[in-house]
Nanobody, 125 residues
Framework: QVQLVESGGGLVQAGGSLRLSCAAS????????MGWFRQAPGKEREFVAG????????FYADSVKGRFTISRDNAKNTVYLQMNSLKPEDTAVYYC??????????????????WGQGTQVTVSS
């Protein structure tokens, strides 16, 4: 089992930037693909970005392509989500997730089996 703790959320004006971090512990972080999801009030949780276990492949939702960047530092057991040009519609609770099986790609269809508690991102207009 892996434990995931997100940080870096907050309140930002439209057009601003935030960087979310997710620290992992409890299993070999470097062997697992990671992802970021978000859930806005009244909406279902949606995939935002994913990164393969080695970091060589990344995936993004169309709504964030060109604005968000996912990355990982396996030496620090941490995955990041750099969010630029933020929009009010990016307001949501953001969750970090680890793919259930090792050596995955972190694609939108992957089975993410472990989740963090979430961090709130609020973008004001």
């Amino acid at each position: 089992q892996v434990q995931l703790v997100e940080s870096g959320g907050g309140l930002v004006q439209a057009g601003g930037s935030l960087r979310l971090s997710c620290a992992a512990s409890g299993r070999t972080f470097s062997s697992y693909a990671m992802g970021w999801f978000r859930q806005a009030p009244g909406k279902e949780r949606e995939f935002v970005a994913g990164i393969s276990w080695r970091g060589g492949r990344t995936f993004y939702a169309d709504s964030v392509k060109g604005r968000f960047t996912i990355s990982r530092d396996n030496a620090k057991n941490t995955v990041y989500l750099q969010m630029n040009s933020l929009k009010p519609e990016d307001t949501a609770v953001y969750y970090c997730a680890a793919e259930a099986g090792a050596y995955g790609l972190g694609s939108p269809s992957a089975n993410f089996g472990s989740w963090g508690q979430g961090t709130q991102v609020t973008v004001s207009s």
